[in-house]
């Protein structure tokens, strides 16, 4: 595949790996084959900075008590790069992305692939970064109305599909096209940076596709 130059951003292309394909012992829905496997060297894999490493069971991935004030008192916090995008966005210019789970909720963006490009954000309601980039990724979704964008909750989706699409950071944004993950962007505390690699991503997906 062609390397993705989005400079000052790290890129790096890599060939599939086994672990993004269907198994054939999964119990997930996914594994009947509507989740197709990449093409060698197809996935572009784009590394925002410090992403946060999931490092133990996505069940278990929880707020503990000693946690919970902390996330509390931040939740209203306004992160220190918010207005770097106003000049693009409007307050009112948002598409709301509703939260997907589940074996259900993958099918659809599986399905969905083969009609449009198919932004899946996988994150968690607790995760502090993936708030911000839900705020930011609903901005952009409203200027990309060709684009389906889906929320994949991780604690809400079977840990065999986790495993099968291989994320393991979070927030990741996966890009799937005619039924294949196509593209991938592991997030980091700079939301913005997260917004220019995919917008980039999906102009050279979409000039691909013309």
Known sequence: GAVLDLNPLPTLTTRASPSTMCSVASTSRCASGLLAAPRAG???????SSPSQIQQPLKSL???QSQQPHHQQRSGARWKGAGVLRATFTPSARRELDWSEGTEGFDEVIEASRESLV????SAKWCRKCKFLKAKLEKFAYLHPDVNFRVMDVN??????????????MPTLQVYKDGEKVAEIVGSEESDQVIVALRKTLEELQQVKK
């Open 62 to 64: 929880v707020p503990s």
């Open 42 to 48: 197809a996935v572009r894999r784009v590394s925002a």
């Open 156 to 169: 809400l989706t079977p840990q065999a599909i986790i495993k099968q699409v291989n994320v393991t950071k």
């Open 119 to 122: 932004v899946a954000c996988w």
